[in-house]
């Protein structure tokens, strides 16, 4: 054939593929992220712009953003991949010892060896003394922990467990709006049913238990309602859940036979005075044996977030509880298909939750460098929301805990009109994009009651540049209330 060939003869074309891969949309790395890469190209080839650079705020990548690693992270990490450092002095003992440890389990004592596709035992065994810890004593079997790649990795698999039948009997999965839009994506691919139900802006984006009824409710009707997604600490909305809030979910779970899946990827990201992470396992087990042995609950946890960053590494883990022993024996199956998480990421999870001891040396430098992270962010979780509140025609909610901001914002109606087929709050972050270089995510993206418009920044930006970013926001959006007025 010749390189005119056109699409209608290729094999495989936009027509014939897959419709399901099709139907995926992922905002935070869409089309507006797309245009700003156009422009840094631009840039760099000389045109000239109003700005300089392009401020990326559209992901939750913490290095990309500048914050520093942490040190004991990274030694561990380099000591299992290099095993030659160990003769150096300056890697300290304790760092050592856990690349020690860890090397011991592998095949051929290398990093480069798979691993069992549940992840390396000794880890998963540290994971369970974490988990633990963490709920005070509530027991944890190292069996029920599988290493992923990533949270995202671990989601996927589980949806992918849940899904069946057909028409009205479709599984349908319960999803917080505003989301994060891997549940949607996820629901497309696989072709389950994507039922949404509303947090409650006016209440700092809380769930609402009269909510979730309803949401169920209507969902009976044209699907089987089977899952139950929670995003706690909240993004794209960053509320942090209260324990009492907890339990009326789990209640619901109970009632309506639903399987909880808990993604709790920003744990450590706890900023509001008063705000305190509950875990969903913990609530389980307190709420007594009743719960504890029935309600089938999935959690996630990862490297990418809390005060690590370490997105790059692939890093994470899930709990499953009260699994069907049968469901047990396929999940493993279709997690062996994989052959295994990235091994490299799994040390970085060790490191998380087997963390330098009070009595180590590197543990005054760990908690030191992860002190600066968390209490960096809690400074520009206050700095983004007071801000935010002064520009006319913006109110945003406290940013209690994860690492975004999700303003509402005012679209006069000529901007509406203007905007024509595309969604309003698409076209103003496409207009903040090229007036100002800021690359933020519409509230589109992640869903949103009818007729409100939003959109969603980190703010994992250093601090002064995250100053001039909100007063540029607050400039460009002044002036488009003025243009469209």
């Known amino acids: 054939t010749t390189s005119t060939a056109k699409n209608g003869d290729k094999v495989l074309n936009l027509g014939n593929m897959n419709p399901q891969v099709r139907a995926v949309e992922y905002a935070v790395r869409g089309p507006i992220v797309a245009r700003a890469s156009e422009i840094e190209k631009e840039l760099q080839q000389g045109v000239q712009k109003p700005f300089t650079e392009v401020i990326r705020a559209n992901i939750g990548d913490s290095h990309a953003m500048g914050q520093q690693p942490i040190t004991f992270l990274r030694q561990v990490v380099a000591l299992c991949t290099y095993p030659e450092l160990f003769e150096y002095s300056h890697f300290p003992a304790d760092a050592k010892r856990r690349a020690q440890c860890i090397l011991m389990d592998c095949g051929g004592k290398s990093l480069g060896s798979y691993s069992v596709s549940q992840g390396l035992d000794c880890i998963r065994h540290d994971v369970a003394r974490y988990i633990e810890t963490r709920d005070g004593g509530v027991p944890v079997n190292p069996d029920n ?10 989601i996927t698999t589980i949806m992918k467990l849940l899904v069946s039948g057909e028409g009205t009997m479709r599984t349908g999965v319960m999803i917080p709006i ?20 509303y947090l409650n802006e006016e209440n700092y984006w809380a769930l609402d238990k009269d909510e979730l009824r309803r949401s169920f409710n209507a969902a009976r009707n044209y699907c089987n309602p089977k899952a139950l997604c929670i995003i706690n600490p909240g993004n794209p909305t960053g509320q942090v859940q209260s324990r009492k809030c907890i339990e009326d979910v789990i209640h619901f779970a109970y009632e309506e036979k639903l399987f909880l899946l808990a993604d709790e990827v920003y744990q450590e990201n706890i900023y509001s005075e008063g705000c305190e992470f509950h875990s969903f396992k ?31 590494y692939r890093g994470g883990y899930m709990e499953v509880i009260n699994l069907d022993p049968e469901v047990k024996v396929q999940l493993e199956k279709l997690l062996s298909v994989r052959l295994c998480p990235p091994v490299s990421g799994q040390v970085a999870m060790d490191v998380v939750v087997n963390p330098p001891k009070p009595d180590e040396e590197s543990h005054e430098t760990f908690m030191k460098e992860k002190k600066i992270v968390l209490s960096n962010l809690a400074e520009k979780a206050k700095l983004t929301e007071e801000v935010l509140n002064t520009v006319p025609g913006m109110k945003c909610n406290p940013l209690q805990g994860a690492m975004y ?68 926001v607050k400039d460009f959006h002044i002036k488009f209330l003025q243009k469209y007025a």
Do not use: W
């Open 145 to 154: 922990i599988y290493l992923t790649t990533g949270a995202s990795d671990g």
């Open 178 to 197: 505003p989301q994060y839009p891997l549940y949607s994506a996820v629901i497309s691919e696989l072709g389950a049913v994507q039922v949404n139900y």
């Open 282 to 312: 913990k609530v389980l087990y307190e709420m007594g044996l009743e719960y504890s042995s029935t309600v089938e609950l999935a959690s996630f946890h990862s490297t990418s977030k809390g005060y690590m960053g370490e997105c790059g």
């Open 405 to 472: 901001a999700f303003p509402r914002i005012f679209i006069p109606p000529n901007a509406i009109q203007e905007a024509q087929a595309m969604a309003p709050d698409m076209f103003y972050c496409m207009s903040l994009l090229e007036e100002t270089g800021i690359c933020v995510v519409p509230g589109s993206g992640f869903g949103q009651k009818e007729g409100t418009h939003h959109f969603r920044m980190t703010i994992l930006l250093p601090v002064e540049k995250l100053k001039v970013l909100l007063q540029n």
